[in-house]
């Protein structure tokens, strides 16, 4: 039987660190267990290891209900045959994103099991920060806009119930997404743990559906829940809860990719009709009304058809006005792996170049994580409605010359990477990448494409 030593120390905060022991039959969860105990965090929320030390790595290992990825409670520290020096990547908490460097310190031989234990100690963590003077924050000065994730935490949040007739509230939950009713079960249930920045977004259309009432108290968000006499259990909607939320899921990757599709045929294929099918195309039209309901997506009608988009219908309008001087023949097509990853996750996981730009920005340039993602957001939606490179990178060197940073070699040839292998409406969900090389194939015939490349 081995026994590991290991070394867990979080990014960016010097001096501070544990050092772990544990056997090798133990697992990857046990593992993230310890290490959460060993810094006094709580255990609510997802977590993954990466042993290429990339943040959301595909195939990386993760928390037993993560949508994504080999499960930890499944991997068995022994089965990664690590060595002395070899270090791996412990990301906990999705939205704020905690990041530790845990390095194998030493392996040896044990004779017999023994409990995982904490050999040192250095400094502190504090999860959940006070916000208070020092953050410029003013207590009765919040916008809606201005809520961020890490403002609401578990120790804010306070549940209270208001109730209601069964009808009234059938009348509410009948016509919203799937998302929003397993949010309200949560709620109802007691089993929503934390708020993170999507739950937040998710709990404001509830409240725009009349679903709670938010009032911000000292030190907390008090949520008011409208709640009947019967149990979540028993709404019709239940019985297929979670089939329709990888419906709805699914359906707003694909609008997100494509950035603008008929709706007639994003139906089309989504459902057993088309090449994803994933249910009868009724029930897609049931989902793209539901996700209509709250805003999540926007039809508008042009040329004798119906579009939708999850951007607003002027953006939309304007990316159907520059599909005319790049005529693509057919919307990008998924594989297996892309398909599981549109039907359960992100989008943005299909895109390597995604989060290899995060890793870069964040690991290896040591930017601060809110402005690496900020400016992640608004390149993807920049590239998204259809900018040349060039004005790409005139816009993020603006951006970046008001943080302070210059635009140097490496940092140009990554957004330049960045520019390129992401998707643009404009080209319905394909890359410029995949169009410079239809344009510059060895005597390939173009299958896509007919217009020249605009850069």
């Not at 290490?35 to 290429?52: K, P, R, V």
């Not at 299909?350 to 809110?370: A, I, K, M, Q, S």
Request: hydrophobic share 35%; with cysteine.
């Amino acid at each position: 039987m081995k026994r590991y030593t290991f070394t867990v120390v979080p990014l960016d905060r010097n001096g501070v660190s544990r050092t772990l022991e544990m056997d090798g039959t133990e697992t990857l969860d046990d593992l993230s267990s310890a290490i959460l105990d060993a810094f006094g965090f709580d255990h609510c929320h997802l977590y993954m290891f990466s042993l290429t030390r990339k943040p959301y790595d595909d195939d990386g290992y993760y928390h037993p209900m993560a949508e994504k990825g080999a499960k930890a409670d499944k991997i068995a520290i022994d089965s990664l045959e690590l060595k002395s020096r070899r270090k791996m990547l412990y990301l906990y908490d999705f939205g704020d994103e905690w990041m530790f460097h845990v390095t194998v310190k030493k392996v040896v031989e044990a004779d017999a099991p023994s409990p995982i234990r904490v050999a040192e100690s250095r400094g502190e963590l504090e999860q959940y920060p006070i916000w208070g003077e020092e953050e410029g924050w003013e207590e009765d000065s919040w916008e809606e806009e201005d809520w961020e994730e890490e403002d609401w935490e578990e120790e804010d949040l306070c549940v209270e119930f208001e109730e209601v007739s069964d009808r009234a509230l059938d009348k509410i939950l009948d016509r919203l997404p799937a998302r929003y009713q397993n949010l309200w079960r949560l709620l109802v249930e007691g089993a929503l743990c934390a708020v993170g920045d999507e739950e937040l977004m998710d709990l404001l259309a509830l409240a725009r559906a009349g679903l709670l009432t938010m009032e911000d108290m000292p030190g907390k968000l008090n949520l008011k829940v409208k709640k009947a006499d019967r149990e979540p259990s028993s709404y019709p909607w239940m019985r297929d809860l979670f089939q329709r939320c990888e419906r709805e899921t699914m359906l707003h990757n694909f609008v997100s990719v494509y950035g603008v599709i008929e709706r007639e045929e994003l139906c089309r294929l989504c459902s057993e009709e088309g090449l994803y099918g994933s249910g009868p195309r009724e029930a897609m039209e049931e989902s793209l009304r539901a996700m209509g309901n709250v805003g999540e997506i926007v039809s508008f009608e042009a040329g004798g058809a119906v579009f939708v988009t999850a951007l607003s219908e002027e953006c939309g309008r304007e990316i159907l006005e520059k599909r005319k001087a790049y005529p693509v023949k057919w919307y990008r097509e998924w594989d297996d792996e892309e398909l599981a990853a549109l039907r359960s996750g992100d989008w943005r996981e299909v895109f390597p170049v995604y989060g290899e730009t995060f890793h870069y920005l964040f690991l290896d340039r040591g930017w601060n994580p809110g402005e690496v993602k900020l400016l992640l957001e608004a390149s993807t939606l920049r590239v998204g409605c259809g900018c040349t490179e060039r004005e790409f990178l005139d816009w993020a060197a603006k951006v970046l010359e008001n943080w302070g940073i210059r635009m140097k070699k490496n940092l140009e040839k990554q957004l330049k990477k960045l520019f390129r292998q992401l998707p643009t409406a404009v080209l319905k969900g394909h890359t410029w990448g995949e169009y410079e090389k239809e344009k510059v194939g060895d005597g390939r015939q173009m299958t896509l494409f007919d217009e020249e490349l605009p850069f």
